[in-house]
């Protein structure tokens, strides 16, 4: 069965460095999202994507995050300057474009800000 | 804010089905149920979805009351991998929304 696949599965970064977290999303899906969960909380929505643009955005994703989809296969999320806080599970998830098909989430990279 | 109320955790013993409640009071004619798991710091899984009928999946079952203010998930035979944290998510299911989570509801399915 196909799988949304998430790049590293444990990324360990210096603050104040960027990071970027990769994923495949499942091919022939259309739209893409990022998630993020803090150890011991909620999973939080941060940005979805479709056509080569953001869609939508919570308040979380401030100016430090950026979205990019390089190529036809890749999805990634890019945090500018990290701060201690961005230490979290992030979730990648894609979505076939038809009704109300469900999203489908890799199994997320931990970031670690040190 | 989510818009769905669950309880916080409940047990369930192996092998016997695990029914877990959901309220979403105020949904909308167009908005689906969708549920997922989430097993220890995993992605969260896609279980089932549905909008007013009751639909069954390998899975599970989902059963939505007629007035859709509230639904069931039910695991007929829960095992020892089904401990999980369960979510209940109201969205519209055009239009790709993002989803927004609760705290859902921790299942231990116990020996």
């Known amino acids: 069965e196909p799988e949304v696949t998430q790049t590293p599965s444990h990324q360990v970064t210096q603050m104040g460095q960027e990071v970027i977290l990769r994923c495949v999303p499942i091919?022939?899906?259309?739209?893409f999202y990022w998630y993020r969960q803090i150890l011991g909380q909620k999973v939080e929505f941060l940005v979805s994507?479709?056509?080569?643009?953001?869609?939508?955005k919570s308040e979380i994703f401030d100016d430090q995050f950026s979205v990019e989809r390089p190529d036809g296969s890749n999805f990634t999320l890019k945090i500018r300057s990290t701060k201690l806080e961005d230490s979290a599970m992030y979730f990648c998830?894609?979505?076939?474009?038809?009704?109300?098909?469900?999203?489908?989430f890799g199994d997320g990279t931990r970031l670690s800000i040190l | 804010d989510a818009k769905t109320t669950q309880p916080t955790s409940m047990d369930c013993a192996e092998g016997r089905a695990a029914n877990l409640p959901c309220n979403h009071s105020t949904i909308s004619g167009n908005e689906y149920v969708y549920w997922y798991r989430q097993i220890h710091s995993q992605g969260p899984q896609y279980i089932i979805h549905?909008?007013?009928n009751n639909e069954t999946n390998e899975m599970a079952s989902l059963i939505i009351t007629e007035d859709r203010k509230s639904s069931t998930l039910i695991l007929p035979h829960a095992t020892l991998r089904d401990t999980a944290v369960y979510y209940c998510?109201?969205?519209?299911?055009?239009?790709?929304?993002?989803?927004?989570f609760g705290p859902g509801t921790r299942l231990s399915v116990l020996p």
């Open positions: 091919s022939n899906h259309l739209y």
């Open positions: 998510i109201v969205r519209v299911g055009n239009y790709g929304q993002n989803f927004v």
């Open positions: 994507f479709y056509n080569n643009e953001i869609s939508e």
């Open positions: 998830a894609s979505r076939a474009g038809q009704g109300n098909q469900p999203q489908h």
């Open positions: 549905g909008l007013k």
